[in-house]
């Protein structure tokens, strides 16, 4: 199953669950009943942005909406880079699922690609959710209250991500970075 099939038939369960109608889910992401219905139906690649919106309006994790759950854990799960599951790229950012949320670790891991003089602004989470990110080739910076500070490989950051938040890439090569969110016990799924 590709990544938009995944998402419209999340997003279709996720609305059952919940007893929801377009609009109610319409009210709780704010996205337009449109756009949701376009997602539904695979004829629309949202955004990030718009991604994150329904994942904070459902309640669930980023990586819940491109993903399945993962299974349980038998023996050690060994991710290999090039199979470890949908890519989502958007303009000059791409971002790719290592580690989906498991409501019993509390985390999702990413890694992500700042492509040369890509800007990326994230919205607020939740409160309670806390993002560490570790810069592992390039540079990039990100914007913290209100502030840009600078990180190069090797440099590792953990701030509060329920206030607005930005990744860019200013330099003339890739920045490649991991990021894990911590989703507070009761968040996610």
């Known amino acids: 199953m590709d990544i938009g099939d995944h998402l419209a038939a999340r997003l279709r369960a996720l609305r059952r669950e919940k007893a929801w109608s377009l609009d109610r889910a319409a009210q709780a992401t ?30 669930v994790s980023f990586s819940g909406l491109l993903v399945p759950p993962p299974q349980r854990l038998e023996r050690p799960l060994i991710v290999r880079r090039s199979a470890s599951g949908p890519v989502l790229a958007e303009d000059r950012l791409q971002i790719v699922p290592l580690f989906p949320f498991e409501r019993r670790f509390g985390f999702e891991l990413f890694e992500l690609t700042l492509a040369p003089a890509t800007e990326h602004l994230s919205q607020a989470h939740e409160t309670g959710v806390v993002e560490h990110v570790m810069v592992l080739s390039g540079e990039m910076e990100l914007l913290l209250d209100g502030r840009w500070l600078r990180g190069v490989a090797g440099d590792v950051v953990r701030f509060a991500a329920d206030m607005s938040h930005g990744y860019r890439n200013r330099g003339t090569i890739p920045a490649v970075f991991h990021n894990l969110i911590h989703y507070p016990p009761d968040a996610g799924g």
Do not use: D, H, N, Y
């Open 30 to 59: 704010e996205v337009s009943k449109a756009m949701l219905g376009q997602i539904e139906r695979g004829e629309s690649s949202p955004t990030v942005a718009t991604l994150w919106k329904i994942a904070a309006g459902f309640g």
